[in-house]
């Protein structure tokens, strides 16, 4: 069987795309196109033409850089002043928590030494020293001490002033914090263009390497200076840091690139895969879970679920952390073999490995049964059949490429649109809109109801707020 030639739309789409200028990448993977009302035949597209599937449709992978090697250039310059940018963070963050911790020191000394010279200035060493001499230093015969300790502590005010004049400890902190968070926002958006170069969405040309060189030099030129044993000492705290980070968190030594199967040739799912991957590979729980499903399992099973699901709308939403894992679930295809007792026993193989995660394990062949549904031809037609189009969508790892199994397309999950499948059951998707609307932690997901329950539906959810 021949291979099938890709939408050239499609697969020009992703290498001629223009950079996303820094802060606005997101905006440009998001597509209006719909989602189709019944699956297609899966169709691979990437930027780069591979091998062909076993049902002859051809493996286009999005990755690499898609370029040549003398435009590698303005890649290389843009993660060098990365490098430097994250030298000077270091710097000013070592001077930060050095001046904050001075601050505070003088702070209490000040604080001390004022209540000290407050109480004998009110009190009065006359009226003190009859006190101690009983109390505390029987020896003390005349107020001569308590009047030097008073004349010592008014000075070390007056001198303790002056040094705050001098070297202003806060507005020295406040200086470095701020060096610190400007740092922090360029290396985010150039490592996030350098991200998206590398996976092939977009390409660092020589405007791109000029408009960074020019804001790196302004930011230089604004930021306090700094020596060649600070350099020296960041630089070594960088390579310390690295070092326990990768001792403390075994995270897989690779980016992911993503290879996608999908049923619309006017989607924009390469794009989406690319991100979807970007988006996974900095959660190290979910990465972990991916690792452990290829590692142990193989290529016939997929993850799918909120495993996706909810780590793509945390994304999108901002939020520097995602859902916990609740449940995740591996699905499979395999005709031959229904037993239940083969699926508790892959479970069991997972848990050996990684016991601290609740896996769930469902052989799709079988799945109709439940379901209420006629028997599925394949993995695909099952994924097909979830309530939800944000829910049909399955993923796993393979050697460093994250699999997108997608039939019915990534654009209502990347868009965060919760919307009915034409294919699945109605009943099971107002549960998940009930559920979803109960959780509240994605104001931002936009939720699409069949037309005749959505009357209905406005008067359920003001009969809750009235219950409230």
């Not at 270091?90 to 001075?102: D, E, F, L, M, V």
């Not at 039939?407 to 549960?431: I, Q, S, Y």
Request: glycine fraction near 6%; hydrophobic fraction near 40%; charged fraction near 25%.
């Amino acid at each position: 069987m021949g291979c099938r030639p890709p939408s050239l739309k499609v697969a020009c789409a992703v290498a001629a795309h223009p950079l996303p200028r820094a802060r606005q990448y997101h905006s440009m993977l998001l597509s209006t196109a719909a989602p189709p009302e019944k699956p297609v035949a899966p169709v691979c597209c990437a930027a780069r033409v591979g091998a062909c599937t076993r049902d002859g449709s051809p493996t286009l992978v999005v990755d690499g850089r898609g370029v040549a090697d003398g435009q590698d250039v303005p890649r290389q310059r843009v993660a060098e002043y990365v490098r430097r940018s994250q030298v000077l963070r270091q710097i000013h963050g070592n001077k930060a928590s050095r001046t904050q911790r001075a601050e505070i020191a003088y702070l209490i000394v000040t604080v001390v030494v004022a209540t000290v010279v407050t109480v004998l200035g009110f009190a009065g060493p006359s009226k003190l020293a009859p006190f101690l001499r009983k109390e505390l230093i029987p020896g003390m015969e005349n107020t001569t001490i308590l009047e030097m300790l008073f004349n010592l502590a008014v000075l070390l005010i007056l001198v303790l002033t002056l040094l705050g004049l001098i070297y202003r400890y806060g507005e020295r902190a406040n200086r470095h914090f701020r060096s610190v968070e400007v740092l922090t926002e360029f290396i985010r958006d150039w490592e996030d263009a350098v991200a998206l170069h590398d996976a092939g969405v977009a390409t660092l040309d020589h405007h791109d390497l000029a408009l960074a060189g020019e804001r790196y030099k302004g930011i230089l030129g604004a930021l306090p200076p700094n020596t060649d044993r600070e350099y020296r000492k960041a630089k070594d705290d960088a390579k310390k840091k690295k070092e326990h980070e990768a001792g403390r968190d075994r995270r897989l030594p690779l980016r992911l690139r993503g290879e996608l199967s999908f049923g619309s040739s006017s989607d924009s799912s390469p794009l989406h895969a690319s991100e979807l991957a970007m988006i996974l590979q900095y959660d190290t729980t979910r990465l972990a879970a991916l690792q452990t499903v290829s590692a142990i399992l193989g290529p016939e099973y997929w993850i799918v679920g909120s495993f996706v699901r909810e780590a793509v709308w945390d994304s999108k939403q901002g939020f520097k952390t995602f859902s916990p894992l609740r449940e995740i679930d591996v699905i499979y295809f395999d005709p031959h073999d229904l037993r239940g007792s083969s699926e508790q026993m892959t479970r069991e193989r997972l848990a050996r490995v990684a016991n601290n995660l609740d896996w769930s394990i469902k052989n799709q062949a079988r799945m109709h049964i439940p379901n209420g549904h006629a028997p599925y031809a394949d993995i695909a037609e099952a994924i097909s059949r979830a309530p939800e189009t944000a829910s049909t969508v399955a993923v796993q790892l393979d050697r460093g490429t994250l699999r997108v199994l997608a039939p019915m397309g990534l654009t209502d999950l990347m868009e965060m649109r919760l919307r009915l499948n034409p294919r699945g059951d109605p009943k099971v998707f107002m549960r998940r809109v009930t559920k979803v609307e109960r959780n509240g932690r994605w104001p931002g997901l936009k939720i699409h109801l069949p037309q005749e329950r959505t009357f209905a539906h406005k008067i359920l959810g003001r009969l809750r707020t009235r219950q409230r």
